[in-house]
């Protein structure tokens, strides 16, 4: 059960990175929620805004985890990532693991690689394991993906193909800090004379400690008015003039060519379960859903060539869908869940 | 009102108006109430538009738009331009799609949406549509239901002012609206507003205040007590224009200070009903106005309800383009379900006046048929009016007092219903080659209340005593004055006088339900109508079977002196006499007669009790004048034929005097001691008629029926008039003590009802309704804590130095303890399983009167006004 020493250890890892990332402490901890909720981080913005140190510090802060970088280049080759057999001399041929078997894995300027290599990370980021001439082996546990990437309008780089796109957890997009912020970078660089500096130990926490607070976020309880919610909101991103499982009336966002998936419904409610947890709380309430829908949904949303010529972004779309779908009323949800008595009703799921 | 509650209102205040509409018997109000329910079906209010942002200079896109620094900026919508948005923010490739206006970008921060809470509460109205169109919508309507008192009021003077006072209502609240004025201000500027358009348009500049206080307080018991067509002087004006200023002001602040779809429209609507009620006494529909005002007032709310486009070349079609096919469908189904419910006979239907009694105090008049004996029969002439007849050497020779039209069996009485009149009189029914008359009448000794005119009375002149009311009766045609001694009193009438011989060879008689009283025969003897039968053996026409009655009865010998009484039992003696005595009567028993037969025949007519014109005292130019005395009084019967009115019939020959055996007093019918004996004063004191069953004498229903509203007319038809009315009250009673009921049963539900983590919850919603009355938009997409957050902010907001805060931020800023203090109990109550236990219950309840206290520090019972359901903006969704 999610209590106190979540959210101590939560807070204690975030201001650890937060000493190295200045500013964006948003960001921070929604990256954080992501890793407690055991899901691949997509970390996106313009060069210079400590993404990779941003994946670094995360790696850094969990201590015996191991954590492997690849830095993703044109001429990548997909065996560069998953490892490959190797030919030693008068021996059996060895299966030498790539840089995938790992707790986590830093995929550096993931959009610079070509498909074929990107593609390479889609067993892996879905399944957990690497099948390789026919052998499967799993990762270790846990394994997570961090990525940068740059946003795709620049040169010489590849967009993410759907399928991998859906496999992370979040998409976060870090900015140019504020003024006072980027005066902290300045200050400390100066003086430390050394870029970025290390998380200092009291601020880490143990692979084991991190397993723990990841098997107690999903202890975490949604309630049945906020599934529904949930699937409302997912609901209003689908296809068609009231796509599946959405309700009466509601119509897609005209913008949108393709709605979000079920991997984004399960990803979404991880998601609010941890950020409940993060805030020290043992349910998920529709304010935790609201905070990780956009950087949960807003990178899956595929949006029509004149939306996007008009400059309309997926997570303005989905801004749209918060502010206009009913959140579910506390005293519904009160009357569902207690019965006459004083008892909570059956728990579900 | 953005959700569908706008449209729910909209019906029911629909299907109330028609209802009432046909209980009442207003085809308007059909039309009104099926136009609207059309609406209600159709119109489908449109999301609020975006509130308009101002730009600010700099270099940074996040700072145009006024959000903080280093914020990431995304598009967020396209919104019209507005003067003073950047240039460079013009979207061109959405501006050419959009047809030319200029189109910006709008930009924002994702993951910090703004959306802010949009209060609807006076303190911040928001954009408002196309207020000037609104505006002028909402004059020209009222300027409109000023048409309603066209057919109150003689001649249309009126209307201008109307109009103008509509206009002046509309400008000064406009004004109003745009100083921003708090509500108690803007209730003081109205007031001021209505005196200084009282003093112009009413009373035209002279300042009286006493009469402005008079006409203020009674100038609508005035108007439902005097009959149309009114003068239209101060105290009848007054109300009107108070109806079209008040309306006029609180709709047009209502349309620019209130986000409520339908306020502006419900209030005009209120003014066309108070029109209806109070003006359209007259018989005449008024469809054209109605269907007009539909038309005004479906646009009015399609405007308010968002869904007027915007393209187009002129703003008012640029509007109302998409709503004009459905402002045209909902029209010609309202006139449609208008003319095919057509509820009522238009002059049937019910108006307040008939549960108004006048204030005519009339004398309690003795049976005026037998004081034409009494007058007749005293030994000394006295003379009782003189009367100058100008416009004619040939006027018509009898001159109508009283209309008798109700028989009981024994009695004629009157049942006309007086109204207080100003001096142009209704118009009577159409009358072929009459021709006008003036008359002075100087009146010496006349017992009230009846003014004598010769022909139908058009328009009656002051100098009339002071203090004396004029009565009139525009289905009868009689004048009265509130006075038991008319003597003294001056008068001058115009009249519409028939032509001396009517060709009324193929007229045909009058039918319908107007003439149907004039048709009644109690009892229906068989003997009378066999009688009439063989009076009018082998004639064909009306006229000629009329005139082969007068014939037989103009041949029974007359005397004043005969056996008096006008029951059917003397009749019957008269008519089929067995002695000489039995068959001689006089002139009021011949008329009498005359009229039951004609009855029976089937011809309307009724029983006149009047003065036979005598040879004129002087000849001045063609003014002649006849000194008219006791002698003269005499009883005549009239006839009525459509397109000639009511015809004189004189079915007595007072040459054929009757043999002196005839006039024995001894008669068996008569009693001696009732043989009139003249008297000085006897025409003034009700005295026993004597009439031939001595059983009868008198009888009370018929011997005070000459007062105002006790006729049967008006009796029968107050009973549906009065079921609507009660209906009507119940409706009222129900639309108030329903909601107010719900509300407090919700309440106890909530605060009594589950467990505690149920009552806590419940205890939260309440605090929400609180709120919503204060006008803070809550619920929708808004969670529990976002609204927390929002009081929280609030109340930072106040902190600031020079702060204003709008009327829901301050209520949130009071609120933010208890809301603070309740949202994480409530969300653990309702999305965990977090049991808050009963204490905590408990002191929620007591928050919720906290907060209440809180919110209402002053006025806390003219608050709580709002929950006798008075509808306001609640959980709506943004």
Redesign the interface.
Known sequence: MPDTTFKAGFDQLASGIGQLIRGNGQVVRLALVCLFAEGHLLIEGPPGVAKTSLAKAIAQSVTGAGHKRIQFTPDLLPSDVTGSRVYRQGAEPEFEPGPVFTNILIADEINRASPRTQSALLEVMGERQVTVDGETRAVPAPFLCVATQNPADHRGTFPLPEAQIDRFMMKVTMTTPDRAAEMDVLTGALSRRALPGEIPPGRRLSLGQVQAMISAVRDVRVDDSVKGYLLDIVAATRTGPAGPGSRRGQRQPPEVVTGVSTRATLALALAAQAHAASAGRAYAAPDDVKAVAVPVLAHRLVLSEAAADRGVTAAAVIARLLDRLPVPSPEQAARATWQAGDTPAARVG | MTSRRANVQLGAAAAVLAGAGVAAGYPELVLLGAASAVAAVAIRPAAPPPSPRPPRPGRDRARWQGL???A?V???S?RYYQPGDRLSLI?W??TARRGGSPVV?EF?D??E?D?ALVPEGAGNPGPVARPATQVALIATALALTAVLYGGFFAGWGFLPRLAAVAAGACALATVVAWARLAPAAATLAGAIGLAVAAELAVLSGGLDPGAGWDALTGGWAAMLTVAAPAPDSPPMLMFPVIVTWVAGYASVAVALRARSVLGPAAIVTGAQVTGLAFAANQPATHLLQAGALAVLLLALTLIRAGRAARRGHHPLARALAPGIALVAAATAIGLLTAVASRPADAAQRFTPRQLLAAPLRLPSARSPLSSVRDQVRKPDPATLFTIAITGTTDPPPLIAAVALDSFDGTQWSSSDSYRVSGPVLAPGPPVAGGMPLTERVTVRALAGPYLPADGWPARIDAPLRPGILVGFDPGSGILVADAASLAGVRYTVTTTAPPAHAPLADAAAGSGPAVAPYLRLPGKPGWLTALARKMTRGQRSPDARLQAIQRSLRALPVTPDAAPGVSYGRLRQLLQPATAQEGAGYADQHAAAFTLLARAEGIPARVIMGYRLPSPSSVRGDTRTYPVTTADAYAWAQAYFPGHGWVDFDPTDTGNVASAAATAPGAPSVRPSAQPQPSPGHASTPAPVPTAPPTTVASPPSAPAPTAGHGPGPATAGLPAALAVAALAVLGVLAVAGPTAFIRRRRRR?RHQ?????R???A??EMLDRLADTGVVT????????LADQAASAVAARQAPGARLSRPERALERAEPYLTGLATA??????????PGEEAARQAWEDERELTKALYRRWRAVHGARHWGIPVPRRR??
């Not at chain 2, 589950?754 to 149920?758: H, I, K, L």
């Not at chain 2, 619920?779 to 976002?786: D, K, M, N, P």
């Not at chain 2, 409530?826 to 049991?835: E, L, S, Y």
């Open positions: 903080p620094r280093g990431d995304v598009f967020r396209l979207d490739r959405a970008r924002g994702p993951r949406p959306e909530r589950g467990s505690p983590a149920q806590l919850a419940g939260w919603g619920g929708g997409s808004q969670t529990v804590r976002e409530v969300a653990g109550a309702a999305f965990g399983d977090v049991d969704r943004r």
